[in-house]
């Protein structure tokens, strides 16, 4: 599955449409979700719209556009998870925080995970996190993401999950 969002990613690359970013994350929904705990791990790449703002004193306003594979596991059911659409980030030149956000359709391979029933295999996936500039390449991550069906079946118990990532920004 990383092979695949890396793979995309250099093709990108290769036809001059460079991603920002590519790396992996992961993370549970342990302390977060019910007594169940839920395992996501995936690849992923973003890239730069080009309608960013940038003001004169360095504070930045970026659409992005993101990309992941990965997989999800929980009550002995593994599942494939991708999501692809928009984001924002926000922050300020040579300061090592930023903050990003964003929304992305997502598609899972299974929606029974035993007694949970994610009641579709569309649902959305909304996020907010940090990225903390380790390097001028290295870029660590946290976010808290939020994925439901948004009410496109009856049963929808939605699933938060902490999620860290580490990627490399070209």
Not at 92 to 121: M, Q
Not at 128 to 153: C, D, K, P, V
Request: proline share 5%; aromatic share 12%.
């Amino acid at each position: 599955m990383a092979v695949c969002v890396l793979a995309v990613a250099c093709c990108a690359r290769a036809e001059g449409l460079l991603p920002e970013s590519t790396g992996v994350r992961g993370g549970s929904s342990y302390g977060v979700s019910w007594t169940s705990v839920f395992m996501q791990v995936e690849a992923f790449a973003d890239w730069n719209l080009p309608l960013g703002t940038e003001s004169d004193s360095g504070w930045f306003l970026q659409p992005k556009l993101n990309l992941t594979v990965g997989g999800l596991s929980g009550n002995g059911v593994d599942a494939v998870v991708g999501t692809f659409g928009p984001a924002m980030s926000f922050g300020k030149r040579r300061f090592p925080l930023s903050l990003e956000g964003g929304i992305s359709p997502t598609l899972i391979s299974a929606y029974r995970f035993g007694t949970i029933d994610f009641g579709h295999e569309l649902q959305f996936t909304s996020y907010i996190g940090l990225n903390l500039e380790l390097t001028e390449h290295w870029r660590l991550g946290y976010r808290f993401q939020h994925m439901s069906n948004a009410g496109l079946a009856p049963s929808n118990p939605g699933l938060n999950v902490n999620m860290f990532a580490l990627s490399y920004a070209f």
